[in-house]
């Protein structure tokens, strides 16, 4: 194991970068209607660009990226809709799977292993990732400003975390994916802050507060809102089986986000599902092998 922090203590232009795009995705819950979010999200990109994280030519996809989502913000042709959600969802799924040239994520910690029986992971403060929802949650995406909104919202996540956690234990138990592995590791901090924003509320804002959402609209249905579950869930599957090529945790990932947007869809809330995707990853990383034992993967 290799511990590097050194990239964002020796250059703090790397640092104030991450920072201030976690800072714009703070700010939608705070001045979102005066688009401090944009400010903070513009000045995140300048420090990216100076500091080497991101080149120009990675501006591009980025820019076709905001302007999909500003003329989703109104009614059109349902062709022509169809084609920007189809640019949307094209260009989200390359930063997602860190397909899209010109972005350099920075490397924290290499070969890490959760325990001796655990596959080694490397964990990076990817730039990449969370652009794959910044425009949708800016936009689009109704979020909590009351208290009542916070404690509902807050009860429905409770109940459906138990349910998940319980559910996806089992089958990870059996298929022989994890073994009971408490654990408190010196990296846990960092963990926590990479799993929220850059693991959990970019994956969610995407797949539930924007793919789901579309599909949806197309079959006003309930029919359509079961499907939209699914269909999402099916492309979920995607990004993640570029890290671990295993079937029995390609269909673990598929149940677990059958649990995020069903409670999104019960909700209407993507705090719910960036909340309960958090919590599972979270009770998976303090308790159990992370992310699979080595003897699973490519099973």
């Not at 909590?144 to 208290?147: A, E, F, G």
């Given at each position: 194991m290799v511990y590097l922090l050194e990239?964002?203590?020796e250059a703090p232009l790397k640092g104030a970068a991450f920072l201030l795009l976690i800072l714009a995705f703070?700010?939608?819950w705070?001045?979102?209607h005066l688009g401090f979010w944009f400010i903070l999200f513009v000045a995140s990109f300048v420090a990216a660009y100076y500091s080497g994280i991101v080149e120009l030519r990675a501006a591009i996809p980025v820019a076709l990226l905001l302007v999909a989502h500003l003329f989703l913000l109104r009614e059109w042709h349902s062709l022509f809709r169809l084609f920007l959600v189809m640019v949307v969802t094209l260009i989200s799924l390359a930063l997602l799977t860190h397909f899209i040239q010109g972005f350099h994520n920075v490397l924290l910690l290499s070969l890490w292993k959760s325990s001796p029986d655990a596959i080694a992971m490397n964990f990076y403060m990817n730039y990449d990732k969370p652009l794959a929802a910044i425009f949708v949650?800016?936009?689009s995406l109704p979020l909590?400003?009351?208290?009542r909104e916070l404690l509902r919202t807050l009860a429905f996540t409770a109940g459906a975390a138990v349910l998940a956690v319980t559910t996806l234990l089992f089958f990870a138990y059996y298929f022989e994916l994890v073994v009971f592995d408490p654990k408190f590791p010196v990296i846990t901090p960092l963990f926590l802050l990479l799993q929220l924003f850059f693991v959990a509320l970019p994956e969610e804002v995407f797949f539930r507060g924007f793919l789901q959402r579309e599909i949806a609209k197309d079959?006003?249905?309930k029919l359509g809102a079961f499907l939209s579950i699914v269909v999402t869930s099916l492309i979920f599957i995607m990004p993640h089986?570029?890290?671990i090529q295993n079937l029995a945790y390609l269909l673990l990932t598929f149940v677990a986000s059958l649990f995020y947007g069903t409670?999104?869809?019960i909700t209407g809330r993507i705090e719910s599902s960036i909340l309960l995707h958090f919590i599972v990853n979270t009770v998976h990383f303090f308790f159990f092998t992370y992310p699979i034992l080595h003897t699973r993967v490519g099973a």
């Open positions: 990239p964002l203590v703070v700010a939608m705070v001045k979102r949650l800016g936009f909590i400003h009351t208290k079959i006003p249905t089986a570029f890290v409670l999104f869809q």
